[in-house]
């Protein structure tokens, strides 16, 4: 049986095919070194750390000392030269009185209170590579928000040490756009999540995120922060050992 026909139909439609996959790429404009606007870059963040901590009149030292962030790495957070997970960057927050507005906004953008609401159109959030996951940050225009709403893409692949584990004061919230991720928590458990699941957990409990689908999984979340209760409690418990600590010194 001569199949010459039908195999030479298959080549004119396979090359008719290719014509207008190559045409369709000439109509879509290249992208250049520069043209991500909202790529939030270490030198920039780490430029905000510092402003942050000189304003406050805070030693690297006293930094380190009321975020549990060592002074090694918030000095090489300050240089540019190391990316922070979300656990240490909202410790350092914390510490520098730094709204997440504040600290992941736009150059060109403006900031204000939450007194309209606020629209973030397609792909214009504020871009961070992390350590085990790239961040979206949403609404970062509003100052003073109750949570952080957040796109991420989850690149780790592992759990390799007890120091990927995440801690940090509030509430968490995640849903699976795409793909599979395993959360893993301090104590052992283990959630698995599929496309559509979601998961809601105190995030002051260990966790770490791994993609566990051939395509790396993209999440959206919320992190809430600490609430007012627990947030008096810190405050009083710091006064207080500030307090005792000045009483219980050698005047000489």
């Known amino acids: 049986m001569d199949f010459s026909p039908v195999y030479n139909k298959i080549c004119v439609y396979a090359n008719y095919i290719c014509k207008l996959f190559w ?14 606007p909202h790529t939030l870059d270490r030198v920039t963040f780490g430029k905000r750390l510092r402003s942050a901590r000189k304003q406050q009149g805070l030693t690297l030292a006293e930094v380190a000392d009321r975020s549990r962030v060592s002074i090694t790495t918030i000095s090489r957070a300050e240089r540019g030269q190391l990316a922070l997970s979300y656990e240490k960057f909202s410790a350092l927050g ?9 600290m992941f906004s736009l150059a060109d953008s403006k900031t204000s209170r939450l007194d309209r609401p606020v629209l973030t159109r397609a792909g ?20 003073g928000k109750q949570m952080s709403p957040i796109l991420g893409t989850v690149h780790a692949r592992s759990i390799d040490r007890p120091e990927d584990y995440v801690r940090h004061e509030g509430e968490e919230f995640v849903y699976v756009l795409t793909g599979a991720v395993e959360v893993h928590f301090v104590n052992g458990q283990v959630m698995h999540l599929a496309r559509g ?34 947030k008096f409690a810190r405050e009083h418990t710091e006064s207080s050992a500030a307090i005792e600590s000045v009483l219980t010194a050698d005047p000489f």
């Open 197 to 230: 699941d979601s998961l809601y957990f105190d995030s002051r409990i260990g966790h770490a995120y791994i993609s566990v689908s051939r395509q790396l999984a993209r999440v959206i979340g919320a992190c809430t922060s600490e609430s007012s209760s627990t």
């Open 124 to 143: 214009e959030g504020a871009m961070y590579r992390g350590l085990t996951m790239s961040y979206e940050f949403l609404g970062t225009n509003a100052l």
């Open 94 to 102: 914390r510490v520098l009185q730094m709204d997440m507005a504040a």
């Open 23 to 36: 045409t369709s790429l000439k109509t879509i404009p290249s992208l250049k070194r520069g043209d991500q």
